[in-house]
């Protein structure tokens, strides 16, 4: 078949704050770069990031620097953590942040004119850029902007849906694009993967549509591997009413500036469990709690600021014991700081705008007088593809991952902020190196014939018509699936029904049909979608099977308490030679004493 060819000699899979930033260094590299998008450039996931980046420039609090933050990340992340990312990104994200606002980013200032930081769950300074609760929108506005004098090449609206090979290397891509629904083929001598999540195997979750673990799945089927797949996040704060917004996300700013939870009792449940390794960071008291979050350096952060795999089972324990909110989530509460601070209403109008649009115009609540009601919701994947640290190349030859679809960085449980400072720190690494890589390459040959099947099979839910099934009733099912059996709390009989379940799923999927013709149809792209989700939840389960402890964002009642012998590895999924998927466990290399000895003087 002929198709539409484009030729770069880097090709960037995902438009969000990664690809930006990875195609930006590649052009600047010095060689061509296409960038491919499934929506419109500046819609991608990033520009609805909130809270802020993290890094540790210590404009707030001179005690911060990198020691400290990388120390933060693998205590959040319970020290499964790919070390080595983990200390890159401390190092580096300084300078990222610094650069943006270099290009033009402008953030929140401190009286004397420095980048303002603010609070955030499981950092123990004020490290939090921001530009009020926007701060996604500024980073995706400013990448933009500075990109778009690059020479970029830029392909909207297209959706990949194979990754193309020479032997073991991978050589380009292979999509549709939506417009038109007409097949497109991009040659590369090297793919960098900037695809984001997978919240949408979840019914229940913060993520836009585009969140259905397509760099994941590409990955996967080109024979890379993935890690850490059994760690999701699930944000302790989503809207819970009216059920047409439920998991849309309140941002964790509201509690970085001051804001608490309590149940229908009106206790600040949040107290009532500490786990020992922050008891010492954490507040004892109401009192201390509020002085930490006006910036008091001799106080500890209240329990609403640790982190967030602790504050969502918080949640869902007094959910459960029939302590919650009238819609069954439980009370945020932010307008109280009006008792605290002068002009109470417009400071937090000021420092939370989008939250007090979201919840006027979505659910009549004005929260400079009344409490929220929240609940947790699904909002981010810490497995991924397995990349190498310095260079993000995956172990797949000429494919490289940079952002929420690559993994190591956050351990068992990401901190807020530092998804941010992650796709600008190993989204311009993922650029170099892919450049690097590039250059290095001389021939590339694509047998087209990959295309043809992928383009067959695509097109087969047409063949079906309408004879087949939707694929919205297959992807509802998944989603409940997902939520009921591999969610915030797991179990192996659970899990096993889950795993039970997904056979004939993926039965289903490969039987729906969709009527019309191929220019602009959801139907069409949600029955392309299927596949994607099926294998990130495959990949999911089965790690969370394997896992048998509770760490991090992974909770097991059968197996409640974190167990040394999981602490020194990583469950690792691929495609076995029989197209079945296979999981194993790596060891994590040995961390140098430099760096142990830096978590020690942070403990
Ligand atoms: C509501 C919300 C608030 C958040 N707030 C914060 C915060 O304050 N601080 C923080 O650190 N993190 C925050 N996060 C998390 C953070 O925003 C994301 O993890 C991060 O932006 C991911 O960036 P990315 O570049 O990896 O992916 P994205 O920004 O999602 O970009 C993915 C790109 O890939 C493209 N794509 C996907 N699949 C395909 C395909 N098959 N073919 C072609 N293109 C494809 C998409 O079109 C998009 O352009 C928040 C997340 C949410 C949902």
């Given at each position: 078949m002929d198709y539409q060819t484009h030729e770069h000699d880097v090709l960037v899979i995902g438009a969000g704050g990664a690809g930006l930033r990875a195609a930006i260094e590649a052009s600047a590299a010095g060689v061509s770069v296409g960038l491919v998008c499934k929506s419109l450039l500046g819609k991608a996931h990033t520009v609805m990031a909130e809270g802020g980046i993290a890094a540790?420039?210590?404009?707030?609090?001179?005690?911060?620097?990198w020691k400290v933050h990388f120390a933060d990340t693998m205590r959040g992340g319970q020290y499964v953590n790919n070390w080595r990312m983990a200390e890159l990104h401390a190092k580096e994200a300084p300078d990222r942040v610094r650069e943006l606002e270099a290009w033009g980013a402008v953030f929140d200032r401190t009286k004397d004119g420095r980048i303002l930081q603010r609070n955030f769950g499981?950092?123990?300074?004020?490290?939090l850029a921001h530009v009020g609760d926007r701060t996604g929108l500024e980073l995706i506005r400013t990448l933009q902007d500075h990109g778009i004098h690059q020479g970029i090449d830029v392909h909207m609206e297209c959706t990949i849906i194979r990754l193309l090979k020479d032997g073991d290397r991978v050589v380009g891509a292979f999509g549709y694009e939506r417009e038109r629904g007409r097949f497109k083929l991009f040659k590369a001598s090297a793919v960098i993967l900037a695809?984001?999540?997978?919240?949408?195997?979840?019914?229940?979750?913060?993520?836009?549509?585009?969140?259905?673990?397509d760099g994941h799945t590409l990955a996967y089927d080109a024979g890379a591997e993935l890690v850490d797949m059994e760690f999701v996040q699930f944000h302790p704060t989503g809207m819970i009413w009216p059920p047409s917004v439920q998991g849309i996300l309140v941002t964790e700013a509201v509690r970085g500036e001051g804001g608490v939870l309590k149940n229908k009792e009106g206790r600040?449940?949040?107290?009532d469990e500490i786990p020992d390794n922050y008891r010492a960071q954490t507040a004892d008291n109401e009192e201390e709690g509020w002085r930490y979050t006006q910036g008091d350096k001799a106080a500890r952060r209240p329990p609403?600021?640790?982190t967030r795999d602790h504050v969502s089972r918080c949640i869902v324990r007094e959910i459960k014991a029939g302590r919650g909110s009238p819609h069954g989530g439980v009370f945020l509460d932010i307008s109280w700081i009006k008792a605290r601070v002068p002009n109470g209403a417009d400071h937090i109008k000021k420092k939370l705008p989008s939250m007090y649009h979201q919840f006027k115009q979505l659910a009549d609540i004005d929260i400079t007088q009344e409490p929220m009601e929240v609940g947790p919701t699904t909002h981010y994947i810490m497995g991924g593809v397995r990349v190498d640290a310095d260079t993000q190349m995956s172990t797949v030859s000429g494919l490289f991952a940079a952002g929420e679809c690559a993994a190591g960085i956050n351990g068992a449980n990401r901190l807020g902020g530092n998804s941010l400072s992650d796709i600008i720190v190993f989204g311009k690494r993922a650029g170099e190196y892919a450049a690097k890589y590039a250059k290095a390459q001389t021939s590339t040959a694509i047998d087209s014939r990959q295309a043809d099947e992928a383009a067959r099979r695509a097109l087969e839910p047409f063949e079906r018509s309408t004879s087949g099934e939707g694929p919205y009733q297959v992807q509802y099912a998944l989603q409940e699936m997902m939520q009921d059996l591999v969610g915030i709390v797991r179990n192996e009989s659970e899990m096993q029904r889950a795993l039970d379940g997904l056979a004939p799923l993926r039965e289903r999927a490969n039987r729906v049909g969709v009527g019309g013709?191929?220019?602009?149809?959801p139907g069409w792209h949600a029955a392309l979608d299927l596949h994607n989700l099926l294998t990130v939840s495959e990949a999911i389960t089965r790690s969370a099977l394997e896992r048998r402890e509770s760490r991090g964002g992974h909770f097991r009642d059968d197996y409640p308490t974190k167990d040394a012998r999981f602490g020194t590895i990583n469950f690792v999924v691929r495609k076995g030679r029989d197209g079945q998927m296979e999981v194993f466990s790596v060891t994590i290399p040995e961390m140098p004493e430099t760096l142990k000895q830096v978590i020690k003087d942070m403990e």
């Open positions: 540790a420039l210590a404009n707030v609090d001179d005690r911060d620097n499981g950092h123990r300074y004020p490290r695809t984001g999540g997978i919240g949408r195997a979840y019914k229940i979750t913060s993520n836009s549509w585009e969140y259905t673990g600040r449940f949040m107290f609403e600021l640790l013709h191929r220019e602009y149809n």
